[in-house]
Structure formats: structure tokens, C-alpha cells
């Protein structure tokens, strides 16, 4: 079974990046599951609900979140009409807060999977504990369900390492994401467990991870408010390539794919 997990999609570029992308990796690859976290798909800043559909339509089939999920104001409404839909926030956002972080489907070829979304707490928000949202989030699994893919959501590599070990043989792969900058430490953990700090951010490199460049040096050299705009040079696509056992979950292998997207 072959996972496709796509690295946070950032602004218009990343979107028509994935647009125009997704066709050829799906045919160069044949995944059977593709992921991608959209939480930034607007104008870098959360997703609107068109936006979930527009990336649907690429062919994303479940989309993950983080810590700008609630940036669109219309995106609460849509998540709490969909508890169980295909766009995911993090799970261990404090009860009560609309949507859900687990998502369980089949492929086409009928192998049941699960999505888990959770967010880091250093640095971040102090939102309950990761570590013991992962292990409510796997009580909540059926057991015939080996297949299951968790995107973390978060800041510092110590904690995704950490939760990495700690979910080593549980999980088929944990993919970090938040960052928008690729790490080169892929690898399966003695577990099965494929791993990876970082995916990386598709959307435009030419950037301050997806930001107009000027703008951000001029926010740190003056300390002042800047209003941020998406960038728009090097749109690359940043995702990760899962190759899994589905009768066991365990993770055969994981590799990186940056793919460029060239101006029309």
C-alpha cells in the first residue's frame, strides 16, 4: 500500500501547485491514500470551506490541520456540521471545540485506514497533552484497522521525536508538519513506524516559509506590525512517499519527493 502525504499547503500557490501536481504524481506513483494538511491554504492563514472542497476535487482525500485551523471565521460552523468529515483538527484541542482529529475510511481497494491529527504544546498553544490525546485517539480505532497515519502538528523537533519513539509500532507513520521547512531525517523506527520531523510546505520558496520575504525582514529589523502577503516565486510541492504493509500497518518505507511547480 503506497501513502502520499502532501506538506502543508500554503496560499494560492500551493493550491494550484497542488492542482497541477497531484495529477502526475498520482500517475508516476499510484497511490492508494493521499493526505495533505490544508491549514494554511488561505492566504497562509486556515481554510475556508471551499477551499477543502477545491483541494477534494484535486484528489486530497482527507485533510489534516493545526494551529491556524481557526483562522477563517467560517470554518468553525463547517468543521461542527462535519464531525466526521474529511478535514481534520487537531485532536487535543480542549472538548467541545467543533470537529474531531481521527478520521477512519477505505480505500478503493477496500483497506481501512486511519488519519490522526494532532498539535505540539512547546511553543504553542497550551492545549491538552499530545502524547495522551495519541493514545485516546488509538482506543477509539477498531483493531482490524492497521493502517494508520498521524500527522503532528508542531514546533520543536524534540517533541516530534519524542512522540515519534513513544508511538513506535503503533502507528503506521507520524509526519511532522508546522515548520514549512523539509527535514532529511526520514526513516522507519525499529517499530514499522515511518518517520519524519518535517515534511516540508508546498507552496512558494522564494519566501520566509511562504511569507514575502522584505516583509519579514522588516518585521524583525523594526519590531513594528507588517501585514504579511503570500509569496509568490519557487512554488515547489514538499511530500513524503509511504510504501506500508496493510494486513500488519507496519511502515516498509518512507521517502521524500520535492517537485517544482514552473510558472505557466
Not at 493550491?15 to 491514500?33: F, G, I, N
Not at 495533505?36 to 477534494?56: K, R
Not at 511532522?176 to 532529511?184: D, E, L, M, R, S
Request: net charge negative; charged share 20%.
Amino acid at each position: 500500500m503506497k501513502i502520499l502525504f502532501i506538506g502543508d499547503i500554503f496560499g494560492e500557490p500551493g493550491r494550484r501547485a497542488v492542482r497541477h501536481l497531484l495529477p502526475r504524481l498520482v500517475a508516476e506513483h499510484a497511490p492508494d491514500l493521499i493526505i495533505a494538511n490544508g491549514e494554511n491554504a488561505s492566504h497562509g492563514f486556515g481554510i475556508t470551506p471551499g477551499q477543502v472542497d477545491e483541494m477534494i476535487d484535486a484528489g486530497v482525500e482527507v485533510l489534516t490541520s493545526g494551529n491556524h485551523i481557526w483562522d477563517r471565521k467560517e470554518i468553525g460552523p463547517y468543521l461542527a456540521e462535519h464531525p466526521g468529515g474529511r478535514l481534520l483538527r487537531p485532536a487535543n484541542f480542549p472538548d467541545g471545540s467543533p470537529g474531531g482529529g481521527l478520521y477512519l475510511g477505505s480505500t478503493r481497494s477496500g483497506v481501512p485506514y486511519a488519519v490522526l491529527n494532532l498539535q505540539g504544546r512547546v511553543f504553542m498553544a497550551s492545549i491538552d497533552c499530545p502524547f495522551r490525546a495519541a493514545d485516546a485517539l488509538l482506543a477509539r480505532i477498531p483493531p482490524e484497522v492497521k493502517v494508520r497515519i498521524l500527522d503532528l502538528h508542531a514546533e520543536t523537533t524534540s517533541e516530534k521525536v519524542a512522540m515519534g519513539w513513544y508511538l513506535d509500532g503503533r502507528v503506521t507513520a507520524l509526519i511532522g508538519t508546522h515548520t514549512h521547512i523539509p527535514t532529511a531525517d526520514e526513516r522507519v523506527l525499529a517499530g514499522g513506524t515511518a518517520y519524519i520531523t518535517d515534511v516540508g510546505m508546498t507552496g512558494p520558496f522564494d519566501s520566509v516559509i511562504g511569507i514575502e520575504k522584505q516583509l519579514v525582514i522588516e518585521k524583525f529589523l523594526k519590531q513594528t506590525p507588517v501585514r504579511f502577503e503570500v509569496a509568490r516565486g519557487d512554488v515547489r510541492l514538499c511530500a513524503v512517499l509511504i510504501e506500508a504493509d496493510p494486513a500488519g500497518g507496519q511502515a516498509l518505507s518512507i521517502r521524500r519527493i520535492m517537485q517544482p511547480d514552473p510558472p505557466a
